[in-house]
T-cell receptor
Framework: NAGVTQTPKFQVLKTGQSMTLQCAQD?????MYWYRQDPGMGLRLIYY???????DKGEVPNGYNVSRLNKREFSLRLESAAPSQTSVYFC????????????FGQGTRLTVV | AQKITQTQPGMFVQEKEAVTLDCTYD???????LFWYKQPSSGEMIFLIY??????QNATEGRYSLNFQKARKSANLVISASQLGDSAMYFC????????????FGSGTKLNVKP
């Protein structure tokens, strides 16, 4: 089983460039999430989608946009990358927003120079 | 305010011994879930164990058990019979049951298992 698949795994951007991180899950989960992981700070929620057709802000949404393309796919877009967005990004999914287990992708290591 | 505290940045344990990773949390929500995840050097996040605040018994999953002390607001992870493959970062996390956009993670504990 693929589970949660993120692409790309690594990316280097110049300040001001844009890019989209892709995420897809094959578990028929309703809820999907985007997190960023910074040293010493654990994971912080950027955006989430409780179900297909809905998206909501998390703890640190500034500088990001998301699209829940369909039930499987949830993308994260950086319109104008900044060095402060250098981080490791994780996509996750769960059956519902109150599910007791969330499954994570392998992460995208993004560097903005 | 919600907060997860993992006070052990790094720990060492001898192979085959048990180890406890500490986690305390602070929440005003009456119902919440507590999670532990493992992050190996390869980077993925692997779900280990879940405990609901309403659960009377401590959760167990194979060699993992969660020592839940609600009054102390602690949710320590116990790994029995450590294996070399247990060397990884471990994250404690909490999510209020009815505020599902809040999924808080601690800063992690780096566990090294020595042969």
């Amino acid at each position: 089983n693929a589970g949660v698949t993120q692409t790309p795994k690594f990316q280097v951007l110049k300040t001001g460039q844009s890019m989209t991180l892709q995420c897809a899950q094959d578990m028929n989960h309703n809820s999907m999430y985007w997190y960023r992981q910074d040293p010493g700070m654990g994971l912080r929620l950027i955006y989430y989608s409780a179900s297909e057709g809905t998206t909501d802000k998390g703890e640190v949404p500034n500088g990001y946009n998301v699209s829940r393309l369909n039930k499987r796919e949830f993308s994260l877009r950086l319109e104008s990358a900044a060095p402060s967005q250098t981080s490791v990004y994780f996509c996750a999914s769960s059956e519902t927003v109150v599910a007791t287990e969330a499954f994570f992708g392998q992460g995208t290591r993004l560097t903005v120079v | 305010a919600q907060k997860i505290t993992q006070t052990q940045p790094g720990m060492f344990v001898q192979e085959k011994e048990a180890v406890t990773l500490d986690c305390t949390y602070d929440t005003s929500d009456p119902s919440y879930g507590l999670f532990w995840y493992k992050q190996p050097s390869s980077g993925e996040m692997i779900f280990l164990i879940y405990q609901g605040s309403y659960d009377q018994q401590n959760a167990t999953e194979g060699r993992y058990s969660l020592n839940f002390q609600k009054a102390r607001k602690s949710a320590n992870l116990v790994i029995s019979a450590s294996q070399l493959g247990d060397s990884a970062m471990y994250f404690c996390a909490m999510r209020p049951i009815y505020n599902f956009n809040k999924f808080y993670f601690g800063s992690g504990t780096k566990l090294n298992v020595k042969p």
